[in-house]
């Protein structure tokens, strides 16, 4: 079974950027149809889809933390990274990365990570 795990600093500075690494194993993020996506969760805005990328290393993101994310790959070490930039306590939240495919527009997830929590604070 495919099993993903976070890691990164728990602690981040404001107007720093998040670093967060996935690192998958029981699969490979080069298999077809599989995307890998970076999801969090606070208090107050519940789960937001943060974006993907895709098998073929393809990325979309979500319209309101487009301009401030970007998703990377390295195959070689089955990894797969969020960072996202210009951080503000907003940004507070526990981060998730999981695997998923399409059912036409609608990504279905089926493994999760456990979790880690990023804080932004000075």
């Known amino acids: 079974q495919v099993q993903l795990q976070e890691s990164g600093p728990g602690l981040v500075k404001p107007s720093q950027t998040l670093s967060l690494t996935c690192t998958v194993s029981?699969?490979?993020?080069?298999?077809?149809?599989?995307?890998w996506s970076w999801i969090r969760q606070s208090p107050g805005k519940g789960l937001e889809w943060i974006g993907r990328?895709?098998?073929?290393?393809?990325?979309y993101y979500s319209p309101s933390l487009e301009s401030r994310t970007s998703i990377s790959r390295d195959t070689s070490k089955n990894q797969f990274t969020l960072q996202l930039s210009s951080v503000t306590p907003e940004d507070t939240a526990v981060y998730y990365c999981?695997?998923?495919?399409?059912?036409?527009?609608?990504?279905?997830?089926?493994?999760w990570g456990q979790g880690t929590q990023v804080t932004v604070s000075s």
């Open positions: 029981g699969g490979f993020i080069t298999t077809n149809n599989y995307y």
């Open positions: 990328i895709g098998y073929s290393g393809t990325t």
């Open positions: 999981a695997s998923g495919s399409y059912y036409y527009t609608t990504i279905r997830f089926g493994s």
